[in-house]
């Protein structure tokens, strides 16, 4: 099988004025990408004829969509915006009757085309976009709390709201410009286990944002009224199961979310620990291995640039009262010299675009050395604030990188031996490609480590999980209590990055199947080929699926989830072609 995929790539021009901060697809006064090439219903610029008795009162208009790193462009989609879950209910409706497919758009910021792909037909097509209205917040202080959301909120706006009562989240994706629509479609992370001694506080959990769902509201079919109706959903439905983490293939238009009091925490940056000591095998790892800062403090982020010797490594600990040594923030983004390239890293980046692959490990140092500067410069190597102002750093100015992360689900006492593997097999993947003179990566690789989805952390007795979850535990491998991610990111006009993630895909499945599950990342690159990601149809027919069959209850695995989204959506109307290729 061989699914829509992405055939062109953004121009060197695009993604150099990504890097300076200055592209044109980007809004920062909004939080959000600027709508490309809007062109308002009965406009006569419109390129297609108007969909055929639209709803009236309902905006309507032709809209570019891009995704986050550019690679997914489909030109003049019919966009609307509705004001309302019912709404979305009439669009439902009209687009059953039309014949026609609606997909959910937030933020945009997602590398996979789960909103559309470059296959999309724009003739029956229809985007509707949740973050124009879509983004109501409330929330319910207590003992236990909660907040109620739409799906369009970003999660700036939401977390700013948990802040402001006194409330947030253990565990959240970096990019503050996305939706909580999307982060809970694609089972969005943070980073985090509970450090050595450490109490977990009532209302968290280190799993996935779903994880923390206590119930939601969603647009589905009603075979008794033959129509599109609101319905809401416990944690104890079995069918919340398959639509916390949706992958794109439902519209939730509310949901609601345990949450527990705000923690502030510290974050101190290290820039001298090398590689060699942070991925040491377990028999010679010391106190510098990622295991010791985890078991520290819980919370850890390691960004390793190819080529280099040392991360950026990241280590967040909770810490009630500001420390000496630290300087106090009370807003996110903290880290400037993360969104500003300076001039010799853009002339590398330029050669390294414009074929002089050679370049790559200077470029690679480069950025490292841009990072060590700015962190001194900035005075931001020890910081203190909220959760949100600590965890939230990437903006949307920030380069533009493309990404194929995958996990194992593995034992606690697993972590330095997943590592170290990884990193030596990558490191020796790299080596063998330079060899050849080939340079496929670029970018910096990534790893987190967090927990498994815990249902019980919603609060809900009999709480059941989420089918989809890339963080989904294995009843028959308790001791599997925690995820570790390998995030591995290039530039897209990189050749044979995708030969290579496809190369580090099949080594990470095999490699990993004696002591853990392993699962990509619904959001990022998957199934690579030569040919592009998406395009390995073994992996998307059989391996990807199997992941979420292997060690669960029969009836609650991969079968159950899809089955339940047909029967909640039996005429596809949220569906595409590419999702009726994957969740099949």
Not at 177 to 193: D, E, F, H, I, Y
Not at 273 to 302: D, M
Not at 556 to 584: E, K, M, Q, Y
């Amino acid at each position: 099988m061989e699914t829509s995929r992405p055939t062109g790539h953004p121009t060197r021009r695009a993604v150099l004025g990504a890097a300076v901060g200055t592209a044109g697809a980007v809004a920062l006064g909004a939080g959000r990408w600027t709508p490309l090439a809007r062109i308002p219903a009965g406009s006569a610029a419109a390129t297609l004829a108007a969909p055929p008795a639209f709803p009236a009162g309902i905006s309507l208009y032709q809209q570019t969509f891009q995704n986050w790193s550019e690679e997914v462009t489909v030109d003049g989609l019919w966009s609307c915006a509705p004001a309302s879950a019912q709404d979305v209910v009439t669009l439902a409706n009209w687009a059953h009757a039309q014949g026609w497919r609606l997909r959910p758009l937030g933020g945009g910021y997602s590398w996979s085309p789960v909103v559309v792909d470059l296959g999309t037909p724009a003739a029956n097509t229809l985007l509707v976009d949740c973050a124009q209205h879509l983004t109501a917040v409330t929330v319910h202080p207590g003992s236990p709390a909660s907040v109620t959301a739409q799906p369009g909120v970003t999660m700036d706006s939401f977390l700013a709201t948990l802040k402001a009562s006194g409330y947030g989240l253990t565990g959240f994706p970096v990019m503050g410009s996305a939706t909580l629509g999307g982060v809970l479609a694609t089972g969005g992370r943070g980073t985090g286990v509970p450090a050595v001694g450490e109490t977990p506080l009532p209302g968290h959990g280190y799993g996935s944002v779903g994880s923390l769902v206590i119930g939601l509201t969603a647009v589905v079919w009603d075979a008794a009224a033959s129509a599109y109706v609101l319905r809401s959903f416990t944690r104890t439905d079995p069918q919340i199961q398959a639509l916390i983490t949706n992958v794109g293939r439902a519209f939730v238009t509310e949901v609601v979310l345990r949450v527990g009091a705000d923690q502030r925490l510290r974050c101190q940056s290290w820039f001298n620990v090398s590689a060699a000591n942070l991925f040491a095998p377990p028999a010679s790892a010391g106190s510098q291995s990622l295991a010791s800062y985890v078991n520290a403090s819980g919370r850890v982020v390691c960004i390793w640039f190819p080529f280099t010797d040392a991360p950026w490594l990241r280590v967040f600990t909770p810490t009630p009262s500001k420390p000496w040594t630290s300087r106090a923030v009370s807003s996110p983004y903290n880290y400037p010299f993360n969104d500003i390239v300076p001039k010799n890293v853009s002339d590398l980046l330029s050669e390294v675009i414009g074929g002089v692959a050679s370049a790559t490990p200077t470029f690679t140092a480069a950025q490292m050395d841009a990072i060590s500067a700015g962190l001194i410069a900035t005075g931001s190597w020890d910081l203190w604030g909220w959760s949100a102002d600590m965890l939230v750093y990437v903006r949307p100015t920030t380069l533009r990188i493309t990404s194929t992360c995958w996990n194992v689900v593995t034992s606690r006492a697993n972590v330095q031996r997943a590592v170290s593997e990884f990193y030596a097999a990558y490191s020796g993947k790299l080596a063998a490609y330079r060899a050849q003179g080939l340079y496929p990566m670029n970018g910096p690789l990534e790893i987190r480590v967090t927990g498994v989805d815990n249902p019980a952390d919603c609060g809900v007795p009999g709480a059941l999980g989420a089918q989809l979850s890339p963080l989904r535990p294995r009843p028959d491998h308790p001791e599997w209590n925690t995820t570790v991610w390998f995030d591995m990111t290039t530039i897209p006009v990189t050749p044979s990055a995708h030969q290579f993630m496809g190369e580090m895909e099949a080594w990470i499945r095999g490699n990993f199947a004696s002591y853990g599950q392993v699962h990509a990342e619904w959001s990022k690159e998957w199934a690579n080929t030569p040919a592009g990601a998406w395009t390995d149809g073994a992996v998307i027919a059989g391996d990807i699926p199997a992941s979420y069959r292997a060690g669960q209850a029969a009836g609650d695995g991969w079968d159950a989830a899809v089955a339940t989204l047909h029967a909640l959506d039996p005429a596809g109307v949220f569906s595409s072609a590419f999702l009726d290729g994957v969740l099949r």
